[in-house]
């Protein structure tokens, strides 16, 4: 039963339980095998106590790891119950004929019994019976007297029973009256017998009896099942023809024609539906599904009270079931379900597929499990069915998104609120634009669809198909991203993908919208449909929403982490773009150079202010930061996450632009005081508008990196970069005054961080211990 563990199962194996590889240990090696072996003889002693050992287990064991265990053994006995099923199911044929061969064997060797003993029968009366004494000198007349006397004598009861039995036995097969005529067969089976013993009868008499009784017998048989084939015949009749013969001794033949007049008159009733005829398929598998799975229950009713509960009937009955409930799903598959999963009609199939899973679970009652048998016959279909809705949804949203305008607007259904309009009410009315609209009422329609198909375990494959849709859509949104190479081959790829561009940068924080209240919210809350918790009734649902957060499926889980890396796509998408678009001009030139550094020292009555760069990417994100606020309400996180990954994309270019050092460190002229001032300055202002906002601490270190390869080139020159740079109070200053120019409103002091930014703990290194660090 090895193969009966899940990929869970395995994955999480509670502490104090044995586990091993498929070599009995983690490698799989032989060692493992004996090391498991080992661990496995206590359970095998004749004294082993399961409530003491599961005692001394758990002494040592957590609550947390306690609910992990039972967790863990309940899943080990689902997947136990599922491969014995399974394991029944794939043997079923091979039992049954190894059950009719020893059934067939057994008889052989009746007869073979019966003939040895009549022949030893024989030899012992002709032994004892035919003895000549040739010594005996009056032996021709005690012959004569004893004719004589057998000739003078009436014949006995025995005798004139033999003489009749055959006719009286002809008699009652003739009238039908079965339960008489075995009656007498029993009966006649027991004069046999004992007359072997007490010798009242010839042998001649008794080998004739016993042929008699075997011919009657087979008459017998022969008419019942004759009864048995016929049309009229059901019910009542049927039970009591298969219950004479199985009297008869011929079990076997009663129980194929038990189920073959079930299956005659199954056929005949399935006639009489006609597929056009229905309105849609799910008449058709509802009025099928009846009449198979009544007749499976008749079927099951019959054998069960006229056979009980002998294994090798019931083997015989599970695989008769198994092939008529094979024979129902091709039917179901032929008239309704095909056409309508080749249509792309998810919800006509997923109706199919209930009706006859509800008809099939009825069966359970009686101790029959075949909804396996017609989920992995449906599953094909269904799975057909899935694509065609998940290529519709693509589609469609790919023709809205070549007219899309990218505002934010409510759900076209749903009234408008104002923009502080809270958390809660923003996710019941989410703010898309029309494709993303499109998008997510589509995507909650397909739930809503394969729902109920819970059961077929298609929840992987469903998850798996959304997400290629959804990434689908993102590139889309990659490739309303004007200015980007990437998009160029992101639209080759995807071959006819148009899509109507975004401008302005309102429009594209509107894509950065989409794509995240898609991903954190919509499709989740869509796909939890997917999960047995989401099935529960309104009176368990404030008992189980704490339990719905916490056993929320790993896969799910997962699937969700897998969406967020598409939106990262597109987050990353936007900010290298804006960072190009700051960094160079539309000429191929750069705004961001050594030149604009190592030459300051050559210009007069220079007004020393942050480099015009650093300004615009200020004012960049402070726009941006307004259009957020209004976008991006109640997950403020996404948007300073947004603005926090735009500068470190500047920054990161920075610095990892061995040009721009190269000529810092080796000219064409040293770097001067002016110009470290100047990138001292500007690097300052990015800390002091950054700061608390969005600055990680990552990029924090980089900036303060930046700074010391900058001072340590200065240094180079022979000159102390601390002793001729003014104090940072000088360049707070300017660029203080600058954010305040810019903004109008914008004045913080040193140190100063907005208590709900994301970054409010990172720590600000002073400039001056960076100064004194590159001049050591």
């Given at each position: 039963m090895?193969s009966?563990k899940?990929?869970?199962?395995r994955?999480s194996v509670?502490s104090g339980?044995i586990?091993?590889?498929?070599?009995?240990?983690?490698?799989?090696?032989?060692?493992?095998?004996?090391?498991?072996?080992?661990?496995l003889?206590?359970?095998?002693?004749?004294?082993?106590?399961?409530?003491?050992?599961v005692?001394?287990?758990?002494q040592t064991?957590n609550?947390k790891?306690?609910?992990?265990?039972?967790?863990?053994?309940?899943?080990l006995?689902?997947?136990?119950?599922?491969?014995?099923r399974?394991s029944?199911?794939?043997?079923?044929a091979?039992?049954?004929?190894t059950s009719?061969?020893i059934?067939d064997l057994?008889?052989?060797?009746?007869s073979?019994?019966?003939?040895l003993?009549n022949?030893?029968?024989l030899l012992h009366?002709l032994?004892?019976g035919?003895?000549?004494?040739?010594l005996?000198t009056?032996?021709e007349?005690?012959i004569?007297d004893?004719?004589s006397?057998?000739?003078d004598?009436?014949?006995s009861?025995?005798?004139?029973w033999l003489?009749?039995?055959?006719?009286?036995?002809?008699?009652l097969?003739?009238e039908?009256?079965v339960d008489e005529?075995?009656?007498?067969?029993?009966e006649a089976e027991?004069?046999?017998a004992?007359a072997k013993?007490?010798?009242?009868l010839?042998?001649?008499?008794?080998?004739s009896l016993q042929?008699?009784?075997t011919?009657r017998?087979q008459?017998?048989?022969?008419?019942?099942?004759?009864?048995?084939?016929?049309?009229?015949?059901?019910?009542?009749?049927?039970?009591?023809a298969?219950?004479?013969?199985k009297?008869?001794?011929?079990?076997?033949?009663a129980?194929s024609l038990?189920?073959?007049?079930h299956?005659q008159r199954?056929?005949?009733n399935i006639?009489t539906?006609?597929?056009?005829?229905?309105?849609?398929?799910?008449?058709y598998t509802?009025?099928?599904?009846q009449?198979?799975f009544?007749?499976i229950a008749?079927?099951?009713?019959?054998?069960?009270?006229?056979f009980?509960?002998e294994?090798t009937?019931?083997s015989?009955?599970v695989?008769?079931s198994?092939?008529?409930?094979?024979?129902?799903a091709h039917l179901?598959?032929?008239h309704?379900?095909a056409s309508?999963a080749?249509?792309?009609?998810?919800?006509a199939a997923?109706?199919?597929v209930q009706?006859?899973?509800?008809h099939c679970?009825?069966?359970?009652?009686?101790g029959?499990?075949l909804?396996s048998?017609?989920m992995?016959?449906?599953?094909?279909?269904?799975?057909?069915?899935l694509g065609a809705?998940?290529?519709?949804?693509e589609e469609?949203?790919a023709a809205?998104?070549?007219a899309?305008?990218w505002?934010?607007?409510?759900?076209?259904s749903?009234?408008?609120t104002s923009?502080?309009?809270?958390?809660a009410?923003?996710n019941i009315q989410?703010k898309?634009s029309?494709s993303?609209h499109r998008?997510?009422?589509m995507?909650?329609d397909?739930?809503?669809?394969?729902?109920?198909l819970?059961?077929?375990?298609?929840?992987?494959?469903?998850?798996?198909?959304?997400l290629?849709?959804f990434?689908?859509?993102?590139?889309?949104?990659?490739?309303?991203?004007p200015?980007?190479?990437?998009n160029?081959?992101?639209l080759?790829g995807s071959?006819?993908k148009?899509?109507?561009m975004?401008e302005t940068?309102?429009?594209?924080l509107?894509?950065?919208?989409?794509?995240?209240?898609?991903?954190?919210?919509?499709?989740?809350r869509?796909?939890?449909?997917?999960?047995?918790?989401?099935?529960v009734?309104a009176?368990?649902?404030?008992r189980?929403?704490t339990?719905?957060?916490?056993?929320?499926?790993p896969e799910q889980?997962?699937?969700k982490?897998?969406l967020?890396?598409?939106v990262?796509?597109?987050r990353d998408?936007?900010c290298?773009?804006?960072?190009?678009?700051?960094?160079?001009?539309?000429?191929?030139?750069?705004h961001?150079?050594?030149?604009?550094?190592?030459?300051?020292d050559?210009?007069?009555?220079?007004d020393l202010?942050?480099?015009?760069?650093?300004?615009?990417?200020?004012a960049?994100?402070?726009r941006m930061?307004?259009?957020?606020?209004?976008m991006f309400?109640?997950r403020?996180?996404?948007?300073t996450?947004?603005?926090?990954?735009?500068?470190?994309?500047?920054i990161?270019?920075?610095s990892e632009?061995?040009t721009?050092w190269?000529?810092?460190k080796?000219?064409p002229?040293p770097?001067?005081?002016q110009?470290?001032?100047?990138?001292?300055?500007?690097?300052?202002?990015i800390?002091?508008?950054?700061?608390?906002r969005?600055?990680s601490r990552?990029?924090?270190q980089v900036?303060?990196?930046?700074?010391?390869?900058?001072?340590n080139a200065?240094?180079?020159t022979?000159?102390?970069?601390?002793?001729?740079?003014p104090?940072?109070?000088?360049?707070?200053?300017?660029?203080?005054?600058t954010?305040?120019?810019?903004?109008?409103k914008?004045?913080?002091?040193?140190?100063d961080?907005e208590?709900?930014?994301p970054?409010?703990?990172?720590?600000a290194?002073?400039?001056?211990?960076?100064?004194?660090?590159?001049?050591?």
């Amino acid at each position: 039963m090895s193969s009966a563990k899940s990929s869970r199962s395995r994955a999480s194996v509670p502490s104090g339980m044995i586990s091993a590889g498929p070599g009995g240990g983690p490698d799989g090696g032989g060692a493992g095998a004996v090391q498991l072996a080992d661990k496995l003889k206590i359970f095998k002693t004749d004294n082993f106590d399961a409530d003491a050992y599961v005692q001394s287990k758990c002494q040592t064991m957590n609550e947390k790891e306690i609910r992990h265990l039972c967790s863990y053994l309940h899943d080990l006995k689902k997947a136990s119950a599922e491969e014995m099923r399974r394991s029944v199911y794939a043997n079923y044929a091979s039992f049954i004929r190894t059950s009719k061969e020893i059934s067939d064997l057994e008889g052989e060797l009746l007869s073979i019994r019966n003939l040895l003993s009549n022949q030893a029968a024989l030899l012992h009366n002709l032994a004892e019976g035919v003895h000549v004494d040739s010594l005996c000198t009056n032996s021709e007349r005690s012959i004569a007297d004893d004719i004589s006397n057998i000739e003078d004598r009436e014949p006995s009861a025995i005798e004139t029973w033999l003489v009749e039995f055959p006719d009286t036995l002809d008699v009652l097969l003739a009238e039908r009256r079965v339960d008489e005529a075995l009656d007498a067969l029993d009966e006649a089976e027991r004069i046999a017998a004992d007359a072997k013993g007490n010798k009242k009868l010839r042998p001649d008499d008794i080998m004739s009896l016993q042929t008699a009784i075997t011919n009657r017998r087979q008459r017998l048989a022969d008419q019942l099942a004759e009864a048995a084939c016929q049309s009229s015949t059901h019910g009542v009749e049927l039970r009591a023809a298969a219950s004479a013969l199985k009297r008869l001794g011929d079990g076997h033949r009663a129980h194929s024609l038990l189920l073959n007049a079930h299956s005659q008159r199954l056929q005949y009733n399935i006639q009489t539906l006609h597929p056009t005829s229905t309105s849609y398929g799910g008449a058709y598998t509802a009025a099928l599904s009846q009449q198979v799975f009544s007749a499976i229950a008749q079927a099951v009713n019959d054998s069960l009270e006229v056979f009980g509960n002998e294994s090798t009937y019931l083997s015989e009955l599970v695989t008769w079931s198994t092939k008529q409930t094979e024979a129902f799903a091709h039917l179901v598959l032929r008239h309704a379900l095909a056409s309508s999963a080749a249509a792309g009609g998810l919800r006509a199939a997923a109706e199919c597929v209930q009706i006859a899973i509800g008809h099939c679970s009825l069966l359970e009652n009686r101790g029959l499990t075949l909804s396996s048998v017609l989920m992995n016959l449906f599953k094909p279909s269904v799975e057909l069915a899935l694509g065609a809705n998940l290529k519709r949804i693509e589609e469609s949203t790919a023709a809205l998104a070549a007219a899309d305008d990218w505002l934010l607007v409510y759900t076209p259904s749903a009234p408008r609120t104002s923009s502080r309009t809270s958390s809660a009410t923003s996710n019941i009315q989410p703010k898309l634009s029309s494709s993303a609209h499109r998008f997510n009422s589509m995507v909650q329609d397909f739930f809503e669809d394969v729902g109920p198909l819970l059961s077929m375990q298609l929840g992987g494959s469903t998850l798996n198909g959304l997400l290629r849709v959804f990434n689908s859509y993102v590139n889309l949104l990659i490739n309303a991203l004007p200015g980007s190479m990437e998009n160029e081959e992101i639209l080759e790829g995807s071959g006819n993908k148009i899509v109507r561009m975004a401008e302005t940068e309102m429009q594209q924080l509107a894509l950065l919208a989409n794509a995240s209240l898609l991903a954190e919210e919509l499709l989740p809350r869509a796909a939890m449909k997917l999960s047995p918790l989401f099935q529960v009734s309104a009176t368990d649902e404030p008992r189980k929403k704490t339990s719905d957060r916490q056993n929320r499926m790993p896969e799910q889980r997962e699937w969700k982490r897998k969406l967020q890396r598409s939106v990262d796509r597109l987050r990353d998408s936007f900010c290298r773009q804006h960072a190009l678009d700051l960094i160079f001009t539309e000429d191929g030139d750069t705004h961001l150079s050594a030149e604009m550094y190592i030459y300051l020292d050559n210009v007069d009555d220079l007004d020393l202010s942050p480099s015009s760069i650093f300004q615009e990417l200020f004012a960049k994100l402070n726009r941006m930061s307004t259009i957020a606020a209004d976008m991006f309400v109640g997950r403020e996180r996404f948007a300073t996450l947004i603005l926090m990954r735009l500068i470190e994309t500047v920054i990161l270019w920075l610095s990892e632009d061995q040009t721009f050092w190269e000529d810092i460190k080796e000219g064409p002229k040293p770097l001067g005081l002016q110009g470290l001032k100047q990138f001292y300055l500007d690097m300052q202002f990015i800390i002091v508008f950054g700061q608390g906002r969005y600055l990680s601490r990552h990029v924090h270190q980089v900036i303060i990196d930046i700074i010391d390869r900058a001072m340590n080139a200065f240094s180079a020159t022979g000159r102390n970069p601390d002793d001729e740079l003014p104090p940072d109070d000088f360049f707070i200053e300017i660029a203080q005054e600058t954010l305040s120019r810019i903004s109008g409103k914008y004045r913080m002091a040193n140190g100063d961080r907005e208590v709900h930014s994301p970054t409010a703990s990172v720590s600000a290194q002073s400039m001056s211990s960076v100064r004194s660090h590159g001049s050591s």
